[in-house]
Every structure is written in C-alpha cells, then in structure tokens.
C-alpha cells in the first residue's frame, strides 16, 4: 500500500516525490491534488476533515472549492493514501496513517487520537457469513471529555 511519510517531506525536492506516489497509485497529479497532498501529509501523521482542510487551503491561498476537497480525499482513500475514520454518520475524519490501528475520539472537544495496533488485543472475533473475510477492524473509543 502506498503512503506518504513525514520523512518524504524531508527530501530535498518532496514535490517529486509527490508526484512519484499520485503517479504510482493511479492518480494524475494535478496541482489541486498536490497542493492538498502537500497540506495533509507535510507534518506526519494527523487527523483532518474536509472543513479542516478546506479552511487549511485557503489560509495556503490554494483555490480549491469544499466540493474538489471531498473528491480529493475520497480518491486519496480508495487508493490507499488515506484512511478513512466514521465517529458519527455526520463527522467523518481522513488519517494519514493508513496502518492498522484504532482510535480514541473525544466526544466534546472532537480530536481524534490514535491508538497503536499493539496496544489492542482482541481475543475472540464472531465466526464471519460463509465466504467472506474480515478486511480490517475498526476500533474507536470514546472519551466523555
């Protein structure tokens, strides 16, 4: 799976290594896509939604409408750059780590926090419908703070 790291963003020329990592999933880097790429992975792993982002790009001077932030980071997740986070049908959240690994959403202040994988033990799982496969699971824990 591809993803884009802090690390990636120390190198000399990261706008190459951009357009290297949309080319090889499968996405044309067009200068929306590298701007937003650049906005959501140039500081490591982080929690954002498409408002976030949105208010981040303008701030940048990057003209970008809400709606081309939703397809963006819907492309960005179907190809695997991003990981997609639902705390609630109305609030959904795009992560940077697209490892394995749960999350503690606090309720009143809405951040989103990862949990690493290795600190989660599930001990026993419900036998899956005949022919399907777990894909992944998702684990959110929330805090009433």
């Known amino acids: 799976m591809a993803s884009i790291t ?23 880097p067009t200068r929306q896509r590298l701007a937003l790429a650049k ?5 490591g792993n982080r929690h954002v939604t498409a408002e976030d982002l949105y208010s981040e790009a303008r701030r940048e001077g990057i003209g970008v409408s809400l ?6 980071l819907h492309q960005f997740t179907q190809k ?6 639902v705390v609630e049908p109305s609030r959904t959240y795009f992560c940077t780590n697209t490892s394995s690994h749960g999350h503690f959403f606090y309720e009143k202040s809405g951040r989103l926090l990862d949990i690493p994988a290795d600190s989660i033990e599930i001990s026993r799982l419900p036998s899956t419908p005949d022919g399907a496969k777990i894909k992944d699971i998702d684990i959110i824990i929330r805090i009433d703070s």
Request: net charge positive.
């Open 6 to 28: 802090k690390s990636s963003w120390n190198n000399p020329r990261p706008h190459t290594f951009t357009l290297h990592q949309l080319r090889e999933v499968g996405l044309r």
């Open 80 to 85: 695997g750059l991003l990981r997609e986070v």
């Open 39 to 43: 906005l959501l992975f140039k500081d």
């Open 67 to 72: 709606a081309t932030i939703y397809n963006t």
